[in-house]
T-cell receptor, first 114, second 112 residues
Framework: KAGVTQTPRYLIKTRGQQVTLSCSPI?????VSWYQQTPGQGLQFLFE???????NKGNFPGRFSGRQFSNSRSEMNVSTLELGDSALYLC?????????????FGPGTRLTVT | AQSVAQPEDQVNVAEGNPLTVKCTYS??????LFWYVQYPNRGLQFLLK??????LVKGSYGFEAEFNKSQTSFHLKKPSALVSDSALYFC??????????FGAGTTVTVRA
């Protein structure tokens, strides 16, 4: 079956702009989690959605938000972009909650903020 | 407090030698533990997990991990490393807030 897909794969934005990233989970998976990966900070948890409800949130400012649709697809939005938001954003899906089940990761969206 | 720690940034081994990647955790209650691997220019892949049961967990690509409750460790092992095992390895634990926390990662280099 098809894996986790993320669009777009690469994105270049300027400071102050906003951006929306999309994630389509594996069919049947109800949990979608988002992570930010940077060389300095490693893998940082952003949030997890399960059946359209945000189940958990990491320590990121309110500029980072997300949502999940009834078909389990998820979007992540970052408003008022800062240089420090440049990172690889990874989406992962699982059948059950992320902490209880193996996650399947997408290839990521590489965001560059100039 | 940090929920999971990988004390080694890098591990270097010769092909054919045993490979160990260390991980320690700190959570209350029963730990849910995972190992993931990230190959160059590829996404993270699940290797194995410990939820309950046998302390020795077998996973993908010949890897296994040993859960040690008294030492709060979950070290990843492979009896005979391959050059193709060179990658970035992450340990993860369900923390006390019920979210998945990842370690900083350990870069494994297997030399021919």
């Amino acid at each position: 079956k098809a894996g986790v897909t993320q669009t777009p794969r690469y994105l270049i934005k300027t400071r102050g702009q906003q951006v929306t990233l999309s994630c389509s989970p594996i069919s049947g998976h109800r949990s979608v989690s988002w992570y930010q990966q940077t060389p300095g900070q490693g893998l940082q948890f952003l949030f997890e959605y399960f059946s359209e409800t945000q189940r958990n949130k990491g320590n990121f400012p309110g500029r980072f938000s997300g949502r999940q649709f009834s078909n389990s697809r998820s979007e992540m939005n970052v408003s008022t972009l800062e240089l420090g938001d440049s990172a690889l954003y990874l989406c992962a899906s699982s059948l059950r909650l992320a902490g209880e089940d193996e996650q399947y990761f997408g290839p990521g969206t590489r965001l560059t903020v100039t | 407090a940090q929920s999971v720690a990988q004390p080694e940034d890098q591990v270097n081994v010769a092909e054919g030698n045993p490979l160990t990647v260390k991980c320690t955790y700190s959570v209350s209650g029963n730990p849910y533990l995972f190992w993931y691997v990230q190959y160059p220019n590829r996404g993270l892949q699940f290797l194995l997990k410990y939820i309950t049961g046998d302390n020795l967990v077998k996973g993908s690509y010949g890897f296994e991990a040993e859960f040690n409750k008294s030492q709060t460790s979950f070290h990843l092992k492979k009896p005979s490393a391959l050059v193709s095992d060179s990658a970035l390895y992450f340990c993860a634990v369900r923390d006390d807030d019920y979210k998945l926390s990842f370690g900083a990662g350990t870069t494994v280099t297997v030399r021919a």
